[in-house]
């Protein structure tokens, strides 16, 4: 079992039906862990029905940042047991584990009493109905109040924050149930964490899909117009409140093709667009796309990955939408792909996307994906940066005006409609440089030779990648998994193995010399990822040459690579 190098942490899941509050009471037990000082991280699982089933809230805590889920559950804590069976592979539990249970939810399943944890019986429903307005899910967070050493006072605060002064009687019921349930936990040890003096100001609580709608406008996002899709909806719900602040606009399409179009058509009239979808939406969207390629309109499609194919699980994450972001426009359409590596870094992704799509006039798709868009991390203040490249536009009248004029760099002026002399048409057909509908080879070979030339020219600066160590063993990964394998490099480091941890952030288009510069030294690569064929391994070999042995691990959707897994593969992998 791996070590933690850094400090230890605490990983609680709270299981329960829907209705049962599950979700809300893991993010009070999140903001309260967050005002005593931790740093925390809470993702969720639902059945396939997304609303009104079973649901899980996982969360880790830590008195320092993580990012990536535990290896193992410390306290389970069951409001019910109605189909928790269903999550039975995703929860990790062992002799040292505790679960919590209220009797009158009936007999324990046998996989929870074959783990070996202890088991704590309280009567969390009887309790809650002793309370005028009383829910068992407040009870159950006084439970872990007291079990894991958090004052019930924060839990209480964090309590009135998330039901608001509005509901005075709520709050009573819900501080009394709190303090019924505290009083009535089991005398279990459990690990607790060392609270900080002085809790940290300025952290941050966010999600993925929120971090990204942030960055979008930090980026200079002015226009979106999406569908909902699970699990990207909350990137449209997000900005729909945001964006107007900014001087946005945000419409609701109706459907995935109506979305990419309105957001092209806002992009050519000289307003930065974004939409947010899931596989089956980016599936829809791939023609307008390739027009958007051909008539170079810069838009960036954020496709918050899902398991797949079809509809698959869609509360689920996997990262299996590489190849139809890759390789899925029709023709010769070079475009660029781009991977957060963590929740907190789709911050960072959007707004690099929003500049790379606005700088280069090309479509730019982010492959986000379940695990980081729907998980709430708590992190320090991110540092801003600024990207001041903008949009090439004409800064007066022109003559001879030529849209797609073949200049060194491969981009050309875009004039915004209504600059006099700035009319030209954009449309999928092949053109000369004016813009011209032609079938002559020369045209389309001199817009080929334009596109592809914006995009192989071009520096794309340090953000490509996060490299990080030293050593003839080296983990290569992308988007998110690339958290849990830089807390088991961490770990593999301070057990005394020399490993380089490269992730990409910049999928495509494809950067031979900085990779090879990057895994220069090493004669063994382990290529990492979260998808049933090795799509990031296959494409790693069609495009780059990987110096040693390359050791492909594909771990398929919907179970999440923990650190304790890839630590074993490093492990191994440095053995051979």
């Not at 029905?49 to 940042?65: C, T, V, W």
């Not at 872990?144 to 309590?159: K, N, S």
């Not at 023709?331 to 660029?336: K, L, T, V, W």
């Not at 220069?520 to 040693?548: C, D, M, S």
Request: proline share 7%; aromatic share 4%; charged share 20%.
């Amino acid at each position: 079992m791996m070590k933690s190098p850094s400090d230890a942490s605490l990983s609680i899941v709270l299981t329960g039906s829907g209705g049962a509050g599950v979700m809300t009471a893991g993010q009070i037990l999140l903001d309260a862990a967050t005002t005593c000082g931790l740093y925390g991280l809470m993702t969720r699982s639902t059945g396939p029905q997304i609303r009104g089933g079973e649901a899980a809230a996982m969360i880790r805590l830590s008195s320092k940042p993580v990012q990536s889920p535990g290896d193992r559950f410390d306290i389970l804590l069951a409001l019910d047991f109605d189909n928790v069976q269903r999550f039975a592979d995703e929860l990790p539990l062992d002799s040292a584990s505790l679960i919590i249970a209220d009797p009158a939810a009936g007999e324990i399943p046998d996989f929870l009493k074959n783990t070996g944890a202890a088991i704590g019986l309280v009567p969390m429903s009887k309790l809650a109905k002793g309370v005028k307005g009383g829910r068992i899910a407040m009870v159950g967070l006084g439970v872990l109040a007291r079990v894991m050493g958090l004052p019930e006072t924060e839990i209480i605060a964090a309590v009135a924050t998330s039901i608001g002064r509005k509901k005075p009687e709520a709050l009573v019921a819900s501080e009394a149930a709190v303090l019924l349930g505290a009083n009535a936990a089991p005398d279990v040890a459990v690990p607790k964490l060392p609270l900080p003096d002085a809790p940290k100001q300025g952290r941050w609580s966010i999600t993925g899909n929120e971090a990204t709608g942030f960055g979008a406008l930090r980026g200079g996002v002015k226009f979106v117009a999406g569908y909902p899709i699970t699990p990207a909806t909350e990137i449209l719900e997000w900005m729909a409140h945001a964006l107007p602040q900014c001087g946005g606009v945000l419409l609701q399409a109706e459907d995935e093709l109506a979305s990419i179009n309105m957001i092209m058509g806002a992009s050519y009239g000289g307003a930065p667009s974004l939409t947010a979808t899931a596989g089956p939406g980016l599936s829809l969207m791939v023609e307008s796309l390739g027009l958007a390629v051909a008539s170079e309109i810069p838009l960036v499609v954020v496709d918050v990955m899902r398991s797949g194919p079809s509809t698959g699980i869609a509360t689920k994450s996997e990262q299996s939408d590489l190849n139809i972001a890759v390789y899925g426009l029709h023709g010769d359409a070079p475009h660029i792909v781009t991977a957060p590596l963590s929740v907190g870094d789709c911050l960072l992704t959007a707004q690099w996307s929003v500049h790379l799509a606005e700088t280069f006039q090309t479509p730019v798709i982010m492959l986000s994906d379940q695990s980081l868009g729907q998980a709430r991390v708590v992190i320090d203040r991110p540092e801003e940066i600024a990207f001041p490249s903008k949009r090439l536009v004409p800064e007066a009248p022109v003559a001879g005006y030529e849209r797609y004029a073949a200049t060194e760099s491969g981009v050309s002026a875009m004039a915004i409609p209504g600059l006099p002399g700035g009319q030209y048409t954009a449309d999928g057909l092949t053109h000369n440089t004016r813009g011209t509908p032609s079938s002559q080879a020369k045209d389309h070979v001199g817009q080929l030779d334009k596109r592809q030339r914006k995009l192989d020219a071009s520096d794309f600066g340090a953000h490509w990648a996060e490299i990080d160590g030293e050593g003839e063993l080296a983990v290569l990964t992308w988007g998110s998994s690339s958290e849990p394998l830089r807390e088991a490099v961490a770990a593999a480091r301070a057990g005394g193995i020399k490993v380089k941890l490269i992730a990409l952030r910049l999928i495509a288009p494809v950067q031979p010399a900085l990779l090879a510069a990057a895994l220069a030294g090493a004669k063994r690569i382990l290529v990492i990822e979260q998808n049933h064929t090795g799509q990031f391994w296959r494409y790693l070999r069609a495009h780059y040459e990987l110096p040693g042995e390359v050791i492909p691990i594909r771990c398929p959707g919907p179970l999440p690579i923990r650190p304790g897994e890839a630590f074993a593969h490093i492990q191994k992998g440095a053995q051979a």
